[in-house]
Structures are given as structure tokens and as C-alpha cells.
């Protein structure tokens, strides 16, 4: 798995960065491979990449091998760019995280106006903690449909001067995104007491942890989900692959308006990653 | 003058509303027009106008007529249009405002980076009053390269984040625009002591007002400036009619590389506006 030379790889954003091939490693058991086919996908990638190779090639490279595999393995190491595809617009990220909090022993609501000192505030969503010390956090839910892009500190600063603007209602202000955040960001809510939940973020609560922990899988985790499809599905609440194992073939073809064999290998495909 | 019916224009954002002739009127006074003039305008476009009319195409009629009165005038009923030509970066528009409030008896910096409570901040505008009650401002320019869209409350909720965290080194904070803001914004300056600037708003310091006050017409608003020379000028740093007649034609070709009747061209325009 040594690899004797640097090498340099663009991402998204255009930034280069030092290729590292445990980072590889690591994702491939994140999605569930062996340690020993996880080493053998590296020596592949590893033969095959040369300076300036974009990131998504890369990625591409590794999810063909862990198809071989298993496909539903090769689902799971997509899940970075499944949360990317919730879009166009952020209302099912919203959605997505409302489910989640409850989940976790929160109780939600989304989309609420509140009258704040000064203006009114429509509230992405309000999370009440049901144990514990029993908090209120104001949550401003940020969704990119592009990987690469950091959550900024503009986002940071209005969160927080929302917060401020409503402070009779909660007790903490929380940002949650589903991309990364920046350095800026992470030194701002640390010293503002803000909490963050984004891609890779923090030890324990980063949200790729809290997504795997609880099988949370978006539908776009499935390969071959095409956009069209996508819509009917979240058109119909299904945003889940947990939701989407609740229908028959049959039922699901019916209520979505999709072909029956497409309703029959997604239901199988959700299955497979669910087990 | 009088219009018996009741019709609806189309604004840039989608939003219908109604047509108010005497808007029209105005604006042609504004503009330079005689009392008699604008009459004759006005009456021209209420003959013309059907529901549903995009307001753009009402501005293409009032210039047109306009012009056949005088091009000078033409080009000042233009201002709104070319404060939205600045672009497409917001950078023109800073250095713009920079120097408007020079202008102003304000010492001015910019691009400055300041280190706040929580993390530094790069700070548009700073503003020193030079008389007064001598206070500093920190200024958050928002600079938006399509019309019709307004200056939202987040754009007000990070600005006063911002100076909260910044607050030792600044006495208020001011957010300027090139467009309109949105009621929220306007409710919410007023609740935080917080200062605005923009298109129609308040009576005496709006910015048409000031920038027509010191005739600080940018030099997008000389009519068939295409955006290759607009850039061009704007490398040398050329923003203002006023820099554009300190150079003779034979220089301005040579500095810019443009066309010498195109350099004799502007300078001619930009004369007639400033007389």
C-alpha cells in the first residue's frame, strides 16, 4: 500500500491536495469492505492515479471496485455524495434533519415563525432535547448542492445574530449543514457556545456518524436513482431508504407512477443496504 | 395625464404591481426633463402600455423619448441601470462607495482586516466622520449585479453579527446596497441603531440622491458602453464620468487601448452629463 512518489490531487473546488491513500483505506471500511479488499482497492488506485487527478475520479474508480464486491457496500461509500443530491433546493435536507433529530431523542418541528425582539424569524427547525438538560435549540439548516463548498462564516454570523434576535425562546443556537465548515466557522461557535453538525465535523457527532449509526440512508444513496425518479419518490415523502422498504413492488409502482421492475430493484437495493 | 383603467406592470422579480403614472413622471423630472416634457412622456406611455407590461420595457420607451430631447438627460434617468452595470464582482462597487463618502467628508478605508472577539473579519468600507459627532462606521457593502432584487435580512443579521464581534473597534454599523431593501431589513436597522443606504431609501440620504448631489455618475451610465471597454476603463481604475474628462481622447485610447472616436465618443458624453 506504500506509494513512493506525491502525488497531487484537484478537488471539487479546484484546490489541490497531497493524495492520501489511508484516507482511501479508511472510507472503504467506513462502507463495510474487508481490511483485505480494502487494501487491494488502494494498490489499485494507487496504479492508477497521476498528478492533478481529480477527486471524483478517484471516487468513481473505488465505487466500481466496491460494486465487485457488493453493490450495497459500494452505496454506503457514496453517502458524501447522497447528501449532496437531496437538492435542488434545501427543503428535503430539512426534512431529512427534522427525522433525524427525532431519531436521537428530539422533539421537532420545521419551518415555524417566531417574533423576535426586533423582527420576525422564520426558524428552519426547533429542536427540544427530551432528556438531559432539556434545551431548546434554535437549528438554521444549511444545504449545499455542490460538494467542495465550505459552510462559511456569513452563515455562522447570521445564525448567530438570529439567535440573539430570538433569545427568549432558546436556549442555544445550533448549525447544521451538509458539507464541511470552515476553520473561521468552528472558531466562531466555539466561542459563541454555538453547536455544529456538518461532513466530517467533530469526533463523535459528525453527521456521516449519526447517518450510519441509525441506518438513516437517503433514497440518493441508491446507484442508478435518477432525478426523475428521485422527485416522484420525495414527492410522495419517501426520503428514506427505511421508507422505501415499507411498500411492495406493486404498491410503490402504483402510488410513484414508476415501472414495476425500477420500484423492484430499489426496494431490493434499500433492503441490501439496510441489512 | 389621467389614466381611467387600472394596470398592472410586471416588475424584474416576477411581482406584479400597479402602474402609477406619476413614478413615471418623476423620474423624467429627475432626470432633467421640463415640467412639459415629462407630461408629453408621460401620455406617450400610458398610450402604449397594455397589463403585464414588463417595467423594463417601460424604461426602453422613457429613454427613448428622453433622448430625443437630450442624451445627457437619457443617460441620468439611466442611474439605477448602471449602479446594477458595476459588476459583475461587488469590487467596483466598494471602491464606488469608498470614494462617494470621501466625497462626503468621511475618511475612508478599505479591505481592511480586523481582529474581532471571536475571529478577524475582512470589513468592507471603514468610515471615519470627520466632523459631527466624529463617529467610525464599519461598512458592509451588498452589491447585487440583477435588478430587482432586494437586500435581505440575512445580509442585516450577519452585518450586525459582525460588528457585535468587532464592536471595540466601531461606534455603529451601516449596510449599503445598490438595490432596495426589503421591510424586514428596514425594521430591523431601526431596532439595532444600525445604518442603510440604498435605492429609494429614506428621504434625504438615499443613493441616487447623494451620487446626483456631487454628480458621481459611474461611467456606466454613458449609453452603448459595452463591457469590454467598461472593463478596460476599469482597470485604470476610470469609474466616474468625473475621472473619465480629466483625459483627452488621444490619452484615454492610448491608456485604456480603445478606438479613438470611441475614446472622443465617452468623453463627450460624459461631459454633457456633468454640465
Chains 1, 2 share one sequence.
Not at 481529480?54 to 457514496?78: C, D, F, Q, W
Request: aromatic share 10%; glycine share 4%; proline share 1%.
Amino acid at each position: 500500500m506504500a506509494i513512493n512518489r506525491i502525488i497531487y490531487v484537484r478537488k471539487t473546488d479546484g484546490r489541490e491536495e497531497r493524495f492520501e491513500a489511508r484516507k482511501v483505506f479508511r472510507t472503504c471500511l467506513r462502507a463495510g469492505a474487508k481490511k483485505e479488499e480494502a487494501k487491494k482497492i488502494v494498490s489499485e488506485v494507487i496504479r492508477r492515479i497521476y498528478d492533478g487527478i481529480p477527486t471524483r475520479e478517484i471516487l468513481k474508480m473505488v465505487l466500481k471496485k466496491l460494486e465487485g464486491i457488493s453493490p450495497s457496500i459500494a452505496n454506503i461509500y457514496n453517502l458524501k455524495e447522497a447528501m449532496i443530491s437531496l437538492g435542488p433546493s434545501g427543503f428535503v435536507f430539512e426534512e431529512f434533519m427534522t427525522q433525524l433529530l427525532l431519531d436521537y431523542d428530539f422533539k421537532t418541528k420545521h419551518h415555524i415563525f417566531i417574533s423576535g425582539h426586533c423582527v420576525k424569524h422564520e426558524i428552519d427547525i426547533i429542536a427540544d432535547e427530551r432528556s438531559g438538560k432539556k434545551r431548546v435549540f434554535m437549528i438554521e439548516c444549511k444545504y449545499h448542492n455542490i460538494s467542495g463548498i465550505y459552510c462559511g462564516i456569513k452563515e455562522a454570523l447570521y445564525t448567530w445574530a438570529r439567535f440573539e434576535d430570538c433569545q427568549n425562546f432558546f436556549d442555544a443556537a445550533w448549525l447544521i449543514t451538509n458539507t464541511k465548515f470552515s476553520e473561521e466557522v468552528i472558531r466562531y461557535a466555539q466561542c459563541k457556545n454555538m453547536r455544529l453538525l456538518g461532513w466530517r465535523h467533530g469526533e463523535e457527532a459528525c453527521l456521516e456518524n449519526l447517518i450510519e449509526e441509525q441506518k438513516f440512508y437517503p433514497i440518493t444513496i441508491l446507484r442508478n436513482l435518477d432525478e426523475s425518479t428521485r422527485d416522484k419518490l420525495f414527492e410522495k415523502n419517501i426520503i428514506l431508504c427505511k421508507d422505501l422498504i415499507k411498500y411492495d413492488f406493486y404498491s410503490l409502482s402504483r402510488l410513484c407512477g414508476i415501472k414495476k421492475d425500477k420500484a423492484e430493484n430499489l426496494i431490493k437495493q434499500a433492503n441490501d443496504i439496510l441489512i
